[in-house]
T-cell receptor, first 109, second 114 residues
Framework: DAKTTQPTSMDCAEGRAANLPCNHS???????VYWYRQIHSQGPQYIIH???NNETNEMASLIITEDRKSSTLILPHATLRDTAVYYC??????????FGAGTRLTVKP | GAVVSQHPSRVICKSGTSVKIECRSL??????MFWYRQFPKQSLMLMAT?????????EQGVEKDKFLINHASLTLSTLTVTSAHPEDSSFYIC??????????FGPGTRLTVL
């Protein structure tokens, strides 16, 4: 699985877009980029995943660079409930997820 | 997404006792089960992987005789922490696999060993 690098922490104002970066320069061609988040004392929650193309769902958008060495998770209108640790994971298939340290996002009023 | 339950959600036990944690995949058949643990202020660490009907594969540093995993059916896996000690206090999370194209996680079980 690809090693990923994320900033330790980020702040975002409520109502603004939260842009969470992730570097995965060693990702291989058939590894997907998955994003999860973990709210305190809960299990990880799936957000979105992609391979090459940008993806959007009801929770977020995922922008993957053309060289696939990095990606950005976008929460378009952050709310206080989006405060969590966000994990970016590069994985060959959907199983055997290995978590890094993640980014602690704090949404402030 | 897939529905995963864990029981109990939290448990407190005395040192030396054994604790069983159940993980159920409620809406798909989990041919694989991943067990993670998470210590305070740390990330999730994969402990072991089990396939239905076969023995689990443990990650380096995880004692297979201490953390017993049973995956006898496609909807239920159990993790038993035997002879628990305070250093086993952690947040244990299961994740069934094999039935969907996305991995989902249980709500976790917080174990406190006194």
């Amino acid at each position: 699985d690809a090693k990923t690098t994320q900033p330790t922490s980020m702040d975002c104002a409520e109502g603004r877009a939260a842009n969470l970066p992730c570097n995965h320069s060693t990702i291989s061609g058939n590894e997907y980029v998955y994003w999860y988040r973990q709210i305190h004392s809960q299990g990880p929650q799936y957000i979105i995943h992609g391979l090459k193309n940008n993806e959007t769902n009801e929770m977020a958008s995922l922008i993957i660079t053309e060289d696939r060495k990095s990606s950005t998770l976008i929460l378009p209108h952050a709310t206080l409930r989006d405060t969590a640790v966000y994990y970016c994971i590069g994985v060959y298939n959907n199983n055997d997820m290995r978590f890094g340290a993640g980014t602690r996002l704090t949404v402030k009023p | 997404g897939a529905v995963v339950s864990q029981h109990p959600s939290r448990v407190i036990c005395k040192s030396g006792t054994s604790v069983k944690i159940e993980c159920r995949s409620l809406d798909f058949q989990a041919t694989t089960m991943f067990w993670y643990r998470q210590f305070p202020k740390q990330s999730l660490m994969l402990m072991a992987t089990s396939n239905e009907g076969s023995k689990a594969t443990y990650e380096q540093g995880v004692e297979k005789d201490k953390f017993l995993i049973n995956h006898a059916s496609l909807t239920l896996s159990t993790l038993t922490v035997t002879s628990a000690h305070p250093e086993d206090s952690s947040f244990y999370i299961c994740s069934p696999g094999g039935g969907t194209d996305t991995q989902y996680f249980g709500p976790g079980t917080r174990l406190t060993v006194l």
